[in-house]
């Protein structure tokens, strides 16, 4: 491998975090429904798996899972627990990425390219995407790998982009640990030395428009309380997002209307327990004016 591909530097940028629903995608759309969000219409990869978006300002939340007769095609991924099972990151290139990872000694995958149909007021036409996967053994539970978007244009369409709840971006990405630094170790590799910060209860590090957030479990737990999974305790759980918002009385009100359970948390922030959304703690918070 190149000694340019062993100092090359990814810039970590969250792309997209993913939510899995199994068997339940029209159970789970109406849910988000009711928390706010505006739904894309149901995609299909070309590769058997089945879902829908909501997009934000530069990421997105997508609810993956299979429709009947499917749930043979791509078992690998539907071994894991509902909720949410990946944290996505942008690449300027999957070949870049691919080297890098194996000259830092990570491994890599072989990059896989496929499709899905999108119908747009211009017509028919297919997004793809190539993805580049960190090897499963850096990953407890989940998945963590890299999505390059061929056309980006077929994705974050402005039509999409507006929902409800006022929803801007996912801006936090949280994962229980019993040991953070230990469970972060594989993104510092990936990403460079000093990626890491310490923080109370784990380590966290910047990606893109949102901080990803590695905490012990009690420090999960004194943050979120019951909102989040319970016995999470003795292994690494992909557990909560954060989610901007303009306006929190806006996200307030879309919860209200549809009878869905939240608490405060704090100045400007409430969340809704996992119950609601499939496996995920969600806390809204709303975008402080620059």
């Known amino acids: 491998m190149s000694e340019a591909a062993a100092t090359a530097r990814l810039v970590p940028t969250l792309d997209h975090v993913v939510v899995l629903v199994h068997d339940k995608l029209d159970e789970m759309y109406a849910a988000y429904e009711r928390l706010g969000f505006q739904l894309a219409p149901r995609g299909h990869h070309s590769l058997g798996s089945s879902n829908n978006l909501a997009i934000f300002r530069d990421t997105y939340l997508e609810l993956l899972g299979y429709e009947p007769g499917k749930d043979r095609l791509r078992p690998e991924i539907w ?160 557990i909560a997002l954060g989610v901007g918002t303009t306006s929190l009385d806006a996200a307030i009100g879309c919860l209200k209307q549809a009878g869905v359970p939240f608490a405060k948390s704090g100045c400007c922030r409430i969340l809704v327990g996992h119950e609601a959304t499939g496996g995920v703690a969600i806390e809204f918070c709303e975008e402080v004016s620059r």
């Open 79 to 238: 071994q894991d627990p509902a909720g949410l099972t990946a944290i996505v990151f942008r690449p300027t290139s999957p070949e870049e990425v691919a080297q890098v990872m194996q000259a830092r000694g990570v491994g890599t995958e072989e990059p896989v390219t496929f499709t899905r149909p999108v119908d747009t007021a211009e017509g028919h036409r297919d997004a793809r995407f190539t993805i580049v996967r960190v090897p499963p053994r850096h990953i407890q539970n989940g998945r963590s790998f890299f999505c390059y978007h061929h056309t980006p244009e077929l994705v974050w369409r402005p039509e999409w982009q507006v929902h409800p709840n006022g929803a801007t971006n996912v801006v936090e990405f949280v994962i229980s640990a019993p040991d953070p630094r230990k469970t972060a170790a594989v993104y510092e590799a990936i990403f460079g030395p000093g990626l890491l910060v310490d923080i109370d209860g784990g380590v966290a590090f910047r990606a893109g428009a949102a901080k990803v957030r590695l905490l012990e479990p009690s420090a999960a737990r004194a943050r979120f309380g019951e909102t989040i999974l319970p016995d999470m305790e003795t292994q690494d759980r992909m």
